[in-house]
């Protein structure tokens, strides 16, 4: 029954107090593709990330990852399952070095217990895979660097590379580009079309060059609703997505 959707919304709802921030947003994200979310200020795209990442629970709505109801289960459960979502800079331990960061997070993912002063030993097991981990983001030249060290963009990538660790088949990506310079843009969006080799990806993301260049489908939101959906050339011709964002 695989139809190539890898993770599938159905009427996806949530209210705030009266307030429909998503309401009846049904979504098909392909197996293999990169996923854009997009649309003005305030059209529901971080409440429609958070729902679909397990982190606010939906009003009303089915989410379906590989033919399986996740609409119940819990973040944790679900990123074993292979749909994990990138955190934030925040999750990093800045006074780690970046292969510190990463082994930790390979520790993470085989499920043992967190305890990075008793387990160093443990550690140094995943220097392999975590090196390998830390060459595909770009990283190398930085391994022994502290994380609270990097430069911003290098931040994100240690990040995204922390989130790889967990062996994702689905990475959901919240703003890669927020807060970055051109550089980093384009070093970031080389990364993400790199790390969808073999893997999907939905993001939230303003920088609509960003999307242009790395979508292959575009969900656009407004008012908490699915305006248009298609491929950058179409829903950027849709005259109800350049009102929305005009009118925004
Ligand atoms: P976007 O990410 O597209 O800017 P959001 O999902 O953050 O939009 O917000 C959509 C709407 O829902 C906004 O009007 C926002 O004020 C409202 N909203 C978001 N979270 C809450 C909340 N926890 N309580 C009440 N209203 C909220």
Redesign the pocket.
Known sequence: MDDGVILAADDLTKE??G?F?VEGVSLKIKRGQIHALI?P????????FNLLTKFLPPTRGRIIYKGQDITAMSPADIARLGLVRSFQISAVFPHLTALENVRIALQRQRGDSFDFWRSQKVLLQFDERARALLAEVGLSEFEQTEAGDLPYGRKRALEIATTLALDPEMLLLDEPMAGMGHEDVDRIAALIRRISADRTILMVEHNLSVVASLSDTITV?AR?KVLAEGDYASVSKDPRVIEAYIGA
């Open positions: 705030f107090k307030f921030a649309g200020n305030g059209a529901g795209k971080t409440t429609c939101l908490g």
